[in-house]
């Protein structure tokens, strides 16, 4: 097990459900300890989205994910969140439920369940999660990278700085209009912005929302590279090693992965 350093940033991907397999990679990291409570110190943890859907407990991992924020701080350390497509479609289902989709067809509840929605989750979700839920960043700056969850540009739509962007997102999700929650919801399917060209998008991204290197989820590796689930251990450097996806795919069978590197610019 390896001792956090405060200078270093931890970071896990899609967790989507498998909350054994997130707590054992923790644990390994030397992020908690055997009794699964917070063994950090000062360091920063964070996870980039989609805790729910597809796999059996998804409420657990928001369950974990909210103590742990609390254990940090009190050492202080850190732990930071990112709201997930997933995490979102949660959101839809339980705050909209039977109210028409009119983007994708049938209702909030239909699209969320058709998508991997499993519904011990919508059952034990309760207020304190929904709270937490709606005041989650959809990015988020850790030095000298860029956090977000999905591999899309339409954060842009959102706004120009990423203060901004947050606050519009937040704003949208508390308002119960249906026609603003299909466009959302919609964006946040968008992927491979960044791996189309020789890496113009990504430079004009950082450029708007700060950071020198982006981090993302969302795209499973294997999807991306052919490889088994199962061999997949680290993240996928591409743009000239300036974005980093660590969707490892444990919903896929893959082990998953947590993923140290320095925070600034020509470190790990």
């Known amino acids: 097990m390896t001792t956090p350093n405060s200078n270093r940033l931890y970071l896990l991907g899609d967790i989507h459900g498998y909350l054994p397999q997130a707590q054992l990679l923790l644990q390994q990291a030397g992020i908690v300890g055997e009794s699964l409570h917070w063994r950090g110190g000062d360091a920063t943890l964070w996870f980039t989205g989609d805790l729910c859907d597809r796999g059996p407990d998804g409420v657990g991992a928001y369950d974990m994910v909210m103590r742990l924020q609390e254990e940090a701080a009190a050492a202080g350390g850190s732990v930071g969140c990112l709201l997930g497509n997933h995490d979102l479609a949660l959101l839809a289902a339980y705050l909209m439920g039977d109210q028409p989709n009119t983007l994708k ?23 304190r999660h929904v709270d937490w839920l709606l005041g989650l960043p959809i990015m988020a700056r850790e030095g000298d990278w860029l956090l ?35 466009f959302y919801l ?41 490889q088994p689930p199962a061999t ?17 795919g444990i919903y896929l069978g893959g082990p998953g992965f947590v993923v140290e590197v320095d925070r600034v610019a020509g470190g790990g």
Request: proline share 4%; hydrophobic share 35%; charged share 25%.
């Open 186 to 226: 919609d964006d946040f399917t968008e992927r491979h912005a960044f791996d189309r060209d020789h890496g113009e998008a990504l430079d004009a991204f950082l450029a708007s929302y700060g950071g020198s290197r982006l981090v993302h989820g969302h795209t499973p590796i294997p999807d991306l590279t052919g």
């Open 105 to 127: 067809g049938g209702t909030y509840l239909r699209y969320w369940l058709r998508y991997g929605g499993i519904p011990s989750d919508l059952e034990r979700l309760t207020s």
């Open 232 to 248: 997949v251990t680290g993240p996928w450097r591409y743009a000239q090693g300036r974005a980093m996806n660590i969707d490892g």
């Open 148 to 182: 977000i969850h999905a591999d899309g540009e339409f954060y842009r739509r959102y706004g120009p700085a990423l203060d901004e962007v947050n606050a519009q997102a937040g704003a949208l999700m508390r308002q119960n209009d249906g026609g603003a929650w299909d």
